[in-house]
């Protein structure tokens, strides 16, 4: 199959986080399309839109395709501009909206910024405290306040263990900590000591030896570390742990961190501590 060229714009009077999620993910479902992407937040007045409209209408004939545009915008007018250009426009609000206020009998605010702001703000204040567990308690730093985590991820050295554990904090205000399972804990042939009082609260993760032999290998290149066998070794022996201690994991080798971390709130029962 020939490979397709097609632009996309991210269109949003805030920060374009929203727009571009699910965008994206719609746009995963499409196979055979190189994506040249564009993100324009904060298009919050005529002036900028005409612009942007005007870069659009350049992209639509320099590929000979119109470009596509998933819009947040709230501005009716400045979303009529948009529409003006030489693309397809795909806005969520536009969609959603409407058939919300019909079922709610009630118009909706139409303003910007709503989902941040000061509504939420024992939830910021949650997202940044659990955060600053995570940053404090990132591979095996202070483990005897391993008891106030929500969850302790453990597994062999880049294991995904640390970016899991943020994603958790910022996106679930989960305090997450971490601990890492060394060549020593191997010879030991047990669970380290330090985690035997918070059982409850294990995961583990793994993944292929291939994987982790890829991985370290950008790390620490063609040292005993990142070699194939000692990688083998090492997940030989964590799974085996993990069954012996009947302590619940996951291989993680195919799976984005975004599905890594709400398999884990699913499997542990944890719930979502933002925005609540």
């Known amino acids: 199959m020939t490979q397709q060229k097609r632009t996309v714009f991210y269109l949003s009077d805030r920060t374009g986080i929203t727009a571009e999620t699910l965008g994206h993910s719609l746009l995963t479902q499409f196979d055979g399309i190189e994506w040249e992407t564009v993100n324009v937040p904060f298009l919050d007045d005529r002036g900028k839109a005409n612009e942007i409209a005007a870069q659009i209408d350049r992209t639509a004939e320099r590929d000979g395709l119109r470009p596509l545009v998933f819009s947040t915008l709230q501005q009716p007018e400045i979303l009529e501009v948009i529409k003006q250009a030489n693309c397809r426009v795909y806005d969520f609000f536009e969609t959603f909206t409407r058939p919300v206020e019909e079922e709610l009998h009630r118009p909706s605010a139409r303003k910007a910024g709503r989902s941040h702001g000061l509504q939420h703000r024992l939830s910021y204040f949650k997202r940044i405290d659990a955060i600053n567990y995570v940053l404090a308690h990132d591979d095996g730093v202070n483990p005897k306040h391993f008891s106030q985590a929500d969850l302790i991820l453990i597994g062999v050295s880049r294991s995904g263990k640390t970016p899991t554990c943020l994603y958790l904090g910022l996106q679930y205000g989960i305090a997450a900590a971490n ?96 925005y609540g």
């Open 179 to 274: 601990y890492p399972l060394t060549p020593d804990d191997m010879t030991a042939l047990q669970l380290p000591s330090v985690l035997e009082n918070v059982r409850s609260k294990l995961f583990g993760l793994t993944l292929t030896p291939e994987q982790l032999h890829f991985i370290r290998q950008q790390r620490r290149p063609n040292s005993e570390y990142a070699s194939l066998v000692q990688c083998q070794r090492e997940i030989r022996w964590q799974e085996s742990l993990f069954r012996q201690c009947n302590i619940a994991h996951l291989d993680a080798t195919r799976i984005s961190i975004e599905e890594i971390s709400a398999i884990i709130l699913n499997r542990c029962g944890l719930k979502r501590q933002l």
